[in-house]
């Protein structure tokens, strides 16, 4: 099982911008995909950016154009850059790792991105 830390949430005004970082406990060079969800309260859980180890990405279409998704192996972390926040992105923020194409998936703690005034 892949421990996986969030941090960089918090509050953030209209049209801001933060990143959130994910570090893993194990090296990340060679997991197949990891990236970020996110859910409001009674909403599923839905994919926000994904990065797998090759580096290919995908974003939903709700952050293409504003979110961007990188890994750095050498500190075992996954970024999300987020501009141009929105209230609509407002949600607690989840980083999740798959070993393989068929493993289950880690997630983390979660955390909370406001976008407000």
């Known amino acids: 099982q892949v421990q996986l830390v969030e941090s960089g949430g918090g509050l953030v005004q209209p049209g801001g911008s933060l990143r959130l970082s994910c570090t893993a406990s194990?090296?990340?060079?060679?997991?197949?995909?990891m990236g970020w969800y996110r859910q409001v309260p009674g909403k599923q859980r839905d994919l926000v950016a994904a990065?797998?180890?090759?580096?290919?990405?995908n974003y939903a279409d709700s952050v293409k154009g504003r979110g961007t998704i990188a890994r750095d192996n050498a500190k075992n972390t996954v970024y999300l850059q987020m501009n141009s926040l929105k209230p609509e992105d407002t949600a607690v923020y989840y980083c999740?790792?798959?070993?393989?194409?068929?493993?289950?998936?880690?997630w983390g703690q979660g955390t909370q991105v406001t976008v407000s005034s």
């Open positions: 194990v090296t990340i060079f060679n997991i197949y995909a």
């Open positions: 999740y790792a798959k070993r393989t194409i068929s493993s289950s998936t880690d």
């Open positions: 990065i797998g180890s090759n580096g290919g990405t």
